[in-house]
């Protein structure tokens, strides 16, 4: 769930293949389909659990190889795109993809998983940001009468789609498929092919010069004069991320060690409440006033939270999955919210500086809550360890929406 850190470039209407209204919607597809394969393990875990014995820790460990290598390709290649083109960056990242989901496929132990979700993140760490520039300038060449507006809802529902169909499409296969543990990757390799051939076929939007700019790292900066508002708005990003990354790391777990359920299917669909909510409450609350928007995202978080808490200590699944969506519907609104609050902290020339700032707090959120839950998980009950987390985010979610409300 991120947005383009590449810096703002004048769109050339280079022509290559299909129409450029086309190209945004071939864009569009392909961006929602490699987000979907970043969670197509989630439901997955379990099995892999299973078969191998290993502890849930190993678990979260496995899901931090991703939003490492997420980071990693975020601050070294996110914004490459700008001078070797977006074609050419997206097709190196499906490529990345196509490789996780040989190694996924060949390699189904503990290190192959690991090294899989690192490629994995490296690969999504670079379309995030390249698809999310292209959607914008392919649009913006098709319809230059139009803002912003359509290109930025579209690019979020791919991001955030995706990632909500990824679980569901592979808790259908693993709950009805012989093979649930190479199907979904067998699924995947023929789309992410054909992914890559679509984006073949997309026409270029940036000129590429004679002389290439010498490379360094995505610069990341914070706004000097408004760092507290920055902080809470990171704490905001930490704080959604680290629900995602519970529901994308742990929720298979949860469900058997708790609810004892082991529905592939079910777990495959609790996380693809979560995200579904959050891209559909992004959509809906677009048009809302900031204030307002903050208020409801902090409430629809805590609320959520708290039911899942009381799910959890009742044993009551039906509370536990709506609780989930409650707390996703919050979560999809409140990085939304967070995002933008940085961005009108610093000006246009360091936006994407600032960004890439918030990204690394944000996706530091989704690792290391979930490392720490994972290793408490070793020495301690599932329900005192998942009433304590609900109860630190929340806090962290309360502090950091009355920071930003109470500031702006």
């Known amino acids: 769930m991120t947005a383009t850190q590449t810096r703002p470039i004048a769109p050339s209407p280079i022509s290559r293949g299909v129409r450029h209204n086309t190209g945004f919607w071939l864009i569009a597809a392909v961006f929602l389909t490699v987000m979907a394969f970043s969670t197509v393990p989630t439901p997955l875990y379990a099995l892999y659990q299973q078969r191998d014995g290993f502890a849930t820790f190993f678990t979260t460990v496995i899901f931090a190889a991703y939003a490492v290598g997420v980071m990693a390709s975020q601050y070294l290649v996110g914004h490459v795109s700008d001078w070797l083109g977006r074609r050419r960056v997206l097709l190196a990242a499906i490529l990345v993809e196509l490789l ?225 969506g409650v707390a996703g519907a919050g979560v999809g609104i409140l990085f939304r919210s967070a995002i933008g609050v940085a961005a009108s902290l610093a000006p246009a020339e360091s936006r994407g500086e600032v960004l890439s700032a918030m990204f690394l707090i944000a996706y530091t959120g989704l690792a290391l809550p979930v490392l720490l839950v994972g290793l408490a998980l070793a020495f301690l009950p599932a329900v005192p360890v998942l009433v304590g987390f609900v109860v630190a985010v929340a806090a962290l979610v309360v502090v950091s929406g009355i920071r930003m409300i109470v500031r702006r």
């Open 100 to 324: 996780a989901a040989v190694v996924f496929l060949a390699w189904p132990e503990v290190p192959g998983l690991l090294i899989a979700r690192a490629l994995c993140g490296v690969g999504i760490g670079a379309v995030t940001a390249t698809a999310t520039a292209h959607l914008s300038e392919l649009h913006a060449i098709a319809r230059p009468d139009a803002g912003p507006h359509r290109s930025g809802t579209v690019s979020n529902f791919a991001n955030i789609g995706g990632l909500a169909l990824g679980p569901l499409v592979a808790g259908v296969f693993a709950q009805f498929v012989v093979l649930p543990l190479a199907v979904p990757y067998v699924v995947f390799i023929v789309l992410l092919a054909l992914a890559a051939l679509a984006v073949s076929l997309v026409p270029e939007t940036v000129e590429r010069g004679g002389r290439r700019p010498a490379y360094h790292p995505q610069r990341v900066a914070l706004p000097r004069q408004s760092r507290p508002v920055f902080f809470a708005a990171g704490g905001a990003a930490f704080a959604a991320f680290s629900v995602l990354g519970l529901v994308t790391a742990l929720v298979p777990s949860f469900l058997a060690g708790m609810f004892h359920e082991t529905s592939r299917l079910l777990a495959g669909f609790a996380a693809f409440a979560v995200f579904g909510t959050a891209a559909v409450a992004q959509l809906l609350a677009a048009r809302l006033a900031a204030r307002t928007q903050l208020i409801l995202a902090s409430a629809l978080m805590v609320a959520g939270l708290a039911a899942l808490a009381v799910g959890a200590v009742t044993a009551n699944l039906a509370v536990f999955l709506l609780a989930g």
